[in-house]
Nanobody, 114 residues
Framework: QVRVVESGGGLVQPGGSLRLSCTAS???????MGWYRQAPGKQRDRVAF???????NYADSVLGRFTVSIDNAKNTVFLQINSLKPEETAVYYC?????????WGQGTQVTVSS
């Protein structure tokens, strides 16, 4: 059984920052973890993912503002998000890929508003 739990969301002003965390529990070797987000009424979009220790990939819209990192020993992935924009208000979902299967968290709400 794999359980994925995100934390760190909240209300932030435009231009502000947040650090999201996500931990996957279970007995496995972590290979890929990442983040998607889903704004109200829109599809779920990829934000960033990391493979292994430092192979990172970002959506073009977040390049230079978001940083994904991982603590493999703790099966925990982080997403540092800076210079947030109101249109980035969304539920941010974490996932982990284990033996070809993708497991999702329940999401954490990020609201960007003044």
């Amino acid at each position: 059984q794999v359980r994925v739990v995100e934390s760190g969301g909240g209300l932030v002003q435009p231009g502000g920052s947040l650090r999201l965390s996500c931990t996957a529990s279970g007995s496995f070797f972590t290979v890929t973890m990442g983040w998607y987000r889903q704004a109200p009424g829109k599809q779920r979009d990829r934000v960033a993912f990391i493979i292994g220790a430092d192979n990172r990939n970002y959506a073009d819209s977040v390049l230079g503002r978001f940083t994904v990192s991982i603590d493999n020993a703790k099966n925990t992935v982080f997403l540092q998000i800076n210079s947030l924009k109101p249109e980035e208000t969304a539920v941010y979902y974490c996932y982990v890929v284990i033996r070809g299967g993708r497991y999702w968290g329940q999401g954490t709400q990020v609201t960007v508003s003044s």
